[in-house]
């Protein structure tokens, strides 16, 4: 793509280059009845607009906010005059290989910065003298006061904002300011189709059905990038959730102020350059099963995948994610020490075959992964180990065939009928995530990856943007697949996920009509033995007696906790309730990154201490943190186990799987009582 330079640019007279938003009431959110018009007209199912916000009167105080999300050139400017190093992690790993150094062209450096997180964001924003906006202020100033459903006005309209056509390059993208038709009536620029951007969360946002789970995020994503296609993505009440520290190629941000910046600049020298579309990436036909398929390990769990026929792609697979008995996975990398994570990979056939083997404690655990015409076979077996658990191993996709934050790609096979995920609910369990699951949405108890409705033949199907082309997901029948909204993972789960001595699975890449692929859709597998939903749920039946009464302890910890809590943080009343009139509650929430089912729990889980409300003017619940916790050994993990009580009360009735269970299996309820002085169990 053709890159032409922006006339003018200046970071430092961005970063002073403000728009006033008035004090005053405003329209927030969307209608139901809008929501259901609008999923009507675009044919898909009404939860896919379940995340866009909800339809209420605001009113904010008067703020200052940044006219374009920040540039790259700007965070440039505060990485060197910082110091602020981003690390390399698991959520960078491939699609920034893949992008490429995002400071590296000068004609870029006026593109809105992304692959930040929300803590990026809020270190330059201090660093700036602003702060992140709330989604209450980013709102106002994308729509002003009369409730339209894109900056524009309340109908699509194609020189507003730019839309995916479909096998888009990941790292599509344009100047700031490139579609001033896009404007929004405060002249706040690229509120749609430029960036996604993290914003504070104020309103709790909706449960879905059944589910009775809150996403525990302080910060999720406003607004849409050029990689979304559909125009009600592109409306301003569009909302991406999954975990406020994940980085990924289309986050970006921008920043407000409480008063007027002393420096103001009102009118920018700045100029945007002519718009150039970037162009879809062509499939290579011709290289079909003519050039072999590559598999690149790294230095822990996880490996790449290569597939010359689809360009400007990667595969990431975590092989495992979480921890497997004593083996750390691919989320141990980088931040616990080399030995729970490095693996000596063996690598043969010129990266056609890989593998590795790990010894521990008197348990080993080996995988193997090989190239077999389309398709990359895998396959895990421990010895001395509990059963494995393959819902573990993540199969994280940056493709511009396949990568769809909007269930556009995502399909399950009915009999010979392709169906689409957009046509069905989404997960009930997992309402942060805008989770998708092939058909267990609506069903009592489904969760993401554990549970819901088996898929036979076993197999998680995405079909190209344009083609023919297909990518597929394989293991045993009767599994599950799931995977999160706007992250690129797929996992395979269900009761099948769980095999007692080895298991395995397959990735099919096939670039050609769907009925070639078909052979590959059945996997025979000696692991899903006909014994084992027998023992497994022998297992599950111990486990439910067992943690009985960890659950009544857990109960009595979180009240004490309260209770401790509550004595240091009532005065803590926020801004945001005082100018909502809120009756204030204060109560102390959990939430963590659980990466296994082996009791091994990560050492940066966090709890929260939350403000929250329902009886306040705008009659939605609200939420605001005013202190947090790191968890970083087993005894304060226990405690992120209090607001999944309702989880578990489900799983203790017979529902679900028994992954809670799972995770507490190796804890004991009495560690939870040494966090608190004087108590005893």
Request: with cysteine; glycine share 10%.
């Amino acid at each position: 793509m053709m890159c032409l330079f922006a006339a003018n640019y200046s970071p430092e007279e961005l970063d002073n280059t403000l728009t006033r938003i008035p004090a005053g009431p405003f329209l927030f959110g969307m209608t139901d009845q809008e929501k259901q018009a609008v999923a009507r007209e675009a044919g898909v199912h009404p939860e896919m607009l379940h995340h866009h916000s909800h339809r209420q009167l605001l009113t904010t105080k008067e703020f200052w906010i940044d006219k374009y999300p920040v540039t790259r050139g700007q965070f440039l400017r505060f990485l060197k005059a910082t110091g602020y190093q981003i690390p390399y992690n698991g959520w960078l790993v491939a699609w920034r290989e893949l992008l490429g150094d995002p400071f590296a062209d000068p004609a870029k450096l006026s593109w809105p910065m992304t692959g930040v997180n929300s803590e990026d964001a809020a270190a330059y924003a201090k660093w700036a003298g602003k702060r992140l906006p709330t989604e209450i202020e980013w709102e106002k100033a994308a729509r002003g006061t009369d409730g339209r459903l894109y900056a524009w006005g309340n109908t699509w309209k194609d020189s507003a904002c730019f839309r995916n056509p479909g096998n888009l390059p990941l790292g599509a993208g344009f100047p700031v300011g490139s579609f001033p038709e896009g404007a929004s009536p405060y002249g706040v620029m690229d509120m749609a189709g430029s960036v996604l951007q993290w914003v504070e969360v104020v309103i709790a946002p909706p449960v879905a059905a059944g589910s009775g789970r809150q996403d525990a995020n302080n910060y999720f994503l406003a607004g849409s990038s050029p990689l979304h296609q559909q125009p009600y993505n592109h409306m301003i009440s569009h909302r991406l959730s999954w975990h406020e520290t994940m980085r990924i190629y289309d986050g970006g941000f921008r920043c407000v102020s409480d008063a007027k910046p002393e420096t103001l600049v009102s009118n920018p020298k700045y100029v945007a350059p002519p718009v150039v579309a970037p162009k879809p990436v062509e499939l290579r036909a011709d290289l079909f099963l003519k050039e072999p398929i590559r598999l690149e390990p790294l230095g822990w769990a996880t490996f790449k995948i290569h597939v010359p026929w689809f360009p400007e792609s990667v595969w990431a697979v975590d092989c495992p994610e979480g921890r497997l008995g004593p083996f750390g996975g691919a989320n141990q990398w980088p931040f616990e020490k080399e030995s729970e994570w490095k693996i000596d990979w063996k690598v043969e056939d010129g990266g056609r075959r890989i593998s590795y083997a790990r010894e521990k404690d008197g348990k080993k655990l080996n995988f193997e992964a090989w190239v077999e015409g389309a398709a990359v076979e895998y396959r895990m077996s421990g010895e001395n180990m509990e059963p494995l658990d393959l819902s573990s191993f993540c199969f994280k996709t940056f493709s511009p065939f396949f990568s769809s934050q909007e269930r556009l790609t995502q399909n399950r096979l009915d009999g010979d009928t392709l169906v689409r995920s957009r046509d069905l609910p989404v997960s009930t369990q997992w309402p942060a995530s805008f989770g998708w699951t092939l058909g267990a949405g609506d069903e009592p108890g489904a969760s993401q990856f554990t549970s819901g409705k088996a898929l036979d033949p076993g197999a998680a199907i995405f079909k190209a943007y344009q083609g023919p082309a297909y990518l597929i997901f394989v293991g045993v029948p009767g599994v599950v697949a799931g995977g999160n909204g706007w992250v690129p993972c797929t996992h395979l789960g269900g009761p099948k996920r769980l095999v007692e001595k080895n298991g395995g699975g397959r990735i099919v890449f096939w670039a050609g009509p769907f009925d070639g692929v078909k052979k590959y859709l059945k996997y025979d597998s000696s692991t899903a033995s006909d014994n084992e939903p027998t023992q497994n749920q022998a297992r599950h039946s111990e486990l439910q007696k067992k943690h009985r009464e960890f659950g009544k302890q857990i109960d009595k910890v979180a009240a004490r906790l309260l209770e401790v809590e509550t004595k240091k943080t009532r005065s803590l009343l926020t801004e945001t309730f005082q100018r909502v009139g809120a009756k204030v509650d204060v109560r102390v929430e959990y939430a963590g990154m659980w990466e296994d089912t082996n009791g091994q729990l990560p050492p940066h889980v966090k709890g929260r201490l939350i403000l929250t409300s329902e009886g306040n003017t705008t009659r939605m619940p609200i939420r605001v943190e005013v202190g947090a916790f790191h968890a970083t050994n087993k005894s304060e993990c226990l405690f992120e186990m209090c607001m999944l009580r309702a989880e578990l009360d489900q799983e203790l009735n017979g529902q679900g799987d028994g992954g809670i269970l799972d995770r507490v299996s190796e804890l004991q309820a009495s560690e939870i009582w040494r966090r608190i002085p004087g108590e005893k169990p």
